[in-house]
T-cell receptor, first 114, second 117 residues
Framework: AQSVAQPEDQVNVAEGNPLTVKCTYS??????LFWYVQYPNRGLQFLLK??????LVKGSYGFEAEFNKSQTSFHLKKPSALVSDSALYFC????????????FGPGTRLSVLP | NAGVTQTPKFRILKIGQSMTLQCTQD?????MYWYRQDPGMGLKLIYY???????DKGEVPNGYNVSRSTTEDFPLRLELAAPSQTSVYFC????????????????FGSGTRLTVV
């Protein structure tokens, strides 16, 4: 069965500092990995994905994520955080070998302090 | 380009009432989904559809029903509302091509906040 863990409920970082939001996953086949962001009273918005290829993927708003197969992780990163990055971030995984549906992590709330 | 549109945005139901949450997408996506979001629990899949006339249960289908008569519409029906159905409901859609799916991610609606009292 597929599963996703986001070990931190909350991440606080000062504006201008680098940020990391952690995600680990479990699938039996090849993983499809996504990050979504949710702003208050809004739906989830796509940030970036890893399907195949380079382990470092770049996405919207300056975010990037590194796929690490040996550690089964897909951590979200940004070199310099903005106050406007404050939101709820969800990691999602799908087993690429079968099925269509994604499993979402519980979410991590990022607060960027001015 | 409207994307995925959900109505209503907010609703309060009494226990035992029923209602339909509407979802429409204009991107010609073949896959559509209904999720519920509970605090600290992430998103749970209720039902999904791989095309018009085809629906299937997700992780938490009890108390809900769906239909998919057209590509565009995927309404979610709550019969006999219960307090446990208080949640935020999200509709999403995606594009899949045959068995070798090129996945572009989901497009989500803005959600329906439902309270059952």
């Amino acid at each position: 069965a597929q599963s996703v863990a986001q070990p931190e409920d909350q991440v606080n970082v000062a504006e201008g500092n680098p940020l990391t939001v952690k995600c680990t996953y479990s699938v039996s086949g090849n993983p499809y990995l996504f990050w979504y962001v949710q702003y208050p009273n809004r739906g989830l918005q796509f940030l970036l994905k890893y399907i195949t290829g380079d382990n470092l993927v770049k996405g919207s708003y300056g975010f990037e994520a590194e796929f690490n197969k040996s550690q089964t992780s897909f951590h979200l990163k940004k070199p310099s955080a903005l106050v406007s990055d404050s939101a709820l971030y969800f990691c999602a995984v799908r087993d690429g070998n079968y099925g269509q549906n994604f499993v979402f992590g519980p979410g991590t709330r990022l607060s960027v302090l001015p | 380009n409207a994307g995925v549109t959900q109505t209503p945005k907010f609703r309060i139901l009494k226990i035992g009432q029923s209602m339909t949450l509407q979802c429409t997408q204009d991107m010609n996506h073949n896959y559509m989904y209904w999720y519920r979001q509970d605090p600290g629990m992430g998103l749970k899949l209720i039902y999904y559809s791989v095309g018009a006339g085809i629906t299937d249960k997700g992780e938490v289908p009890n108390g809900y029903n769906v239909s998919r008569s057209t590509t565009e519409d995927f309404p979610l029906r709550l019969e006999l509302a219960a307090p446990s159905q208080t949640s935020v409901y999200f509709c999403a859609s995606s594009y899949g091509v045959g068995t070798d799916i090129l996945f572009y991610g989901y497009t989500f609606g803005s959600g329906t906040r439902l309270t059952v009292v």
